[in-house]
């Protein structure tokens, strides 16, 4: 339904418009060979990135090791530091321990001693009372054998007396 002239003035408006999208789209597009340049540049950078990474690992690594060999380090450090500690707390309980030791055989020596004089005062207490009673034991004996003699002698005297 068109005219020559309109159809030639749409298809040629059609093409400009072609022309200029595809323009377009030519300028977004690379070619090979700048595609190529870019991967090689993208892959170089990669490249610098990965050594510069293991650089910075190996530097950490190394890092990390000297930080661990410093901890290791502090921790025989006081690993030492406590074992010398208990190693004094132990001689000095021992020390207080043998110091009390003495003091319970001084106590139990002087115990021995106060009993000993105390078994003593009592042998000598029983044996002083035993002397006494020998002693009174004889007394009475005199005082019966003298009484009883008396008595003899009275009740001779009476008898004579009577008879």
Not at 41 to 48: C, D, E, K, R, T
Not at 143 to 156: D, E, H, N, R
């Amino acid at each position: 339904g068109f005219t020559t002239q309109q159809s030639e003035v749409i298809v040629s408006a059609l093409v400009k418009i072609m022309d200029n999208h595809l323009d377009m789209i030519y300028k977004d597009m690379v070619t090979k060979v700048q595609q190529e340049i870019a991967l090689q540049q993208v892959m170089s950078h990669i490249g610098g990135v990965k050594k510069d990474m293991i650089i910075l690992e190996k530097s950490e690594f190394s890092a990390l090791r000297s930080e661990n060999e410093k901890i290791k380090l502090e921790l025989q450090q006081i690993k030492k530091q406590v074992m010398d500690e208990i190693t004094k707390v132990r001689a000095d309980n021992k020390l207080n321990l043998n110091l009390e030791k003495s003091r319970v055989k001084e106590l139990h020596a002087q115990q021995d001693r106060a009993l000993t004089q105390t078994d003593r005062k009592i042998d000598t207490e029983v044996a002083d009372l035993k002397t006494m009673l020998e002693s009174h034991k004889l007394d009475n004996i005199k005082y019966l054998a003298g009484s009883v003699f008396t008595c003899l002698t009275i009740a001779l005297g009476f008898y004579r007396l009577w008879i």
